[in-house]
């Protein structure tokens, strides 16, 4: 799979937009979206003045930023639109559910690892298990009433000390359940779309793939 391993406020001056991918760190450090609101390159200032954008370059924006939040390539991602359009429900609300449900994002959530891309390298490193067994599978679906915790063995890791330490840290969700001091926590119920505090417009991406 594709990796992007560039600068990732390149990323979010893309979006035009933060888009946190740097964990805390984007909570201390003078963000370049703020110093630079312009897409990256050398024509990057040239899009600002564009008056008119087309219906379909909202709709890939809107797609590329959640892909981007997320941390997911293009193929997986359309994996989970299929998924999600096959479901019962509105397909954008399945699509960010099944997003939210992803194993290195309820790490993250959980507040173990300062951003998704850490939660991914922790998960891999086979520092995290799911109802007692290791899992180093980032994209695998956690589903309601499974456990998650970081292995007896890792509890001290620095990744997770620093993390549970950090008053950026993200703010608790009501569909996880938490205990820090056993850095052990539940997934008490799905989230539905009132649960994700994510500012995206779902129906773009919905638009987009059904073209």
Known sequence: MARYTGP?????????QKLFLKGMKCFTEKCPVERRPY???????STNRRK?????????????????????????FRNLFEK?????????????VALESRLDN?????????????????????HVQVNGRTLDVASAQVKPGDEVR?????????????????????????????????RTGRMVGRPTRADIPLAVQEQLIVELYSK
């Open 52 to 76: 008119k954008t087309s219906e379909y370059a909202h709709q890939l924006r809107e797609k590329q930023k959640v892909k981007r939040i997320y941390g997911v390539s293009e193929r997986p």
């Open 84 to 96: 999600a359009a096959h479901q019962t429900g509105v397909t954008g609300e399945n699509l960010l």
């Open 150 to 182: 970081i292995a007896p063995k890792s509890k001290d890791i620095l990744p997770v000390a620093v993390a549970l330490a950090s008053k950026s840290r993200p703010s608790s969700v009501g569909w996880l359940a938490v205990d820090e001091g056993s």
């Open 8 to 16: 990732v406020c390149k990323l979010c001056r893309r979006e035009g």
């Open 39 to 45: 897409a990256p390159g050398q024509h990057g200032q």
């Open 106 to 126: 309820i790490v993250y959530r959980m507040g173990f690892a300062s951003s998704r891309k850490e939660a991914r390298q922790v998960i891999r490193h086979r």
